[in-house]
C-alpha cells in the first residue's frame, strides 16, 4: 500500500518566514509533485520532480522553490511567506516511465500565513 | 500547455438519480484522464480513469465516456448514495507530463 505523508497537517507562519513543507513516499515512485489546492480553482501544480535532483516548474512556481536531494523525499520552500499564500498543499507521488500511472496524494499542509 | 475546463462546480441530486460531471481538455496530444474523489478533510484518491484508445470505461456505478474529437470527457455515476457526496475532479496528461486539474465538482446527494 502505497503511503505518502507530509510533515505538518496544520502550519500556521508569519509573513516574511522561510517555511520548508516535507514529503515523504515509501514505494520507490520516480515522479513527485506538489500542488496547491484553493476552492474554485482545483488543484494547480507547483512543481514536480522525475528524478533526483530534477525539477520541473508547474504553472505557478513563482514564490517556491523545491528541493529533491534523496528519491523518496520532495521538499516545499517558501523562501518569503506572504499571505497570498496561504492554502492547502498536497504532495503526490507515481511510478515513472509509462504515462498512465496513479498518482497518490498526501494528506495535504494546510498552511496559513499571518 | 494543458487546460481543463470542468462543469458544474455544484450538482445536487437525489439519492438513486444520476449525476453527470463534464470536463473539456484544450491539447489534443492529452492521452490519460483521470477522475479523482475527494471526501471532506481526506485527500484525493483515483476512482476511474480512461486512455485515449478507448471511448468508455465503467466499473459498477461509475463510467467514464471520451469524445476525442470533441476534447471532452465525462463522470457518470448511477443510483447515486449519500457516500458519493464529496468534491470530484477531472484531469488530463500528455506523455510525461504532470496531470493538469479541472476545478472541481462538488456533488451532495440528498438522502
Request: proline content about 4%; aromatic content about 10%.
Amino acid at each position: 500500500d502505497v503511503k505518502v505523508t507530509q510533515s505538518s497537517r496544520y502550519l500556521v507562519k508569519r509573513t516574511g518566514e522561510k517555511v520548508f513543507l516535507e514529503c515523504v513516499q515509501d514505494m520507490d515512485h520516480e515522479n513527485m509533485f506538489w500542488y496547491r489546492q484553493d476552492p474554485g480553482l482545483g488543484l494547480r501544480l507547483i512543481y514536480f520532480s522525475y528524478d533526483v535532483k530534477m525539477k520541473e516548474k508547474g504553472d505557478i512556481p513563482e514564490g517556491y522553490s523545491v528541493s529533491r536531494e534523496k528519491k523518496e523525499r520532495f521538499s516545499l520552500i517558501l523562501e518569503s511567506a506572504s499571505t497570498n499564500q496561504t492554502s492547502m498543499y498536497l504532495c503526490a507521488s507515481s511510478l515513472g516511465g509509462r504515462t498512465y500511472n496513479e498518482q497518490f496524494f498526501g494528506p495535504g499542509t494546510r498552511l496559513t500565513v499571518l | 500547455g494543458e487546460n481543463v475546463e470542468q462543469h458544474p462546480s455544484t450538482l445536487s441530486v437525489q439519492e438513486g438519480d444520476s449525476a453527470v460531471i463534464k470536463c473539456t481538455y484544450s491539447d489534443s496530444a492529452s492521452n490519460y484522464f483521470p477522475w479523482y474523489k475527494q471526501e471532506l478533510g481526506k485527500r484525493p484518491q483515483l476512482i476511474i480513469d480512461i486512455r485515449s484508445n478507448v471511448g468508455e470505461k465503467k466499473d459498477q456505478r461509475i463510467a467514464v465516456t471520451l469524445n476525442k474529437t470533441a476534447k471532452h470527457f465525462s463522470l457518470h455515476i448511477t443510483e447515486t448514495q449519500p457516500e458519493d457526496s464529496a468534491v470530484y475532479f477531472c484531469a488530463a496528461r500528455e506523455g510525461r507530463r504532470a496531470l493538469t486539474f479541472g476545478s472541481g465538482t462538488r456533488l451532495q446527494v440528498q438522502p
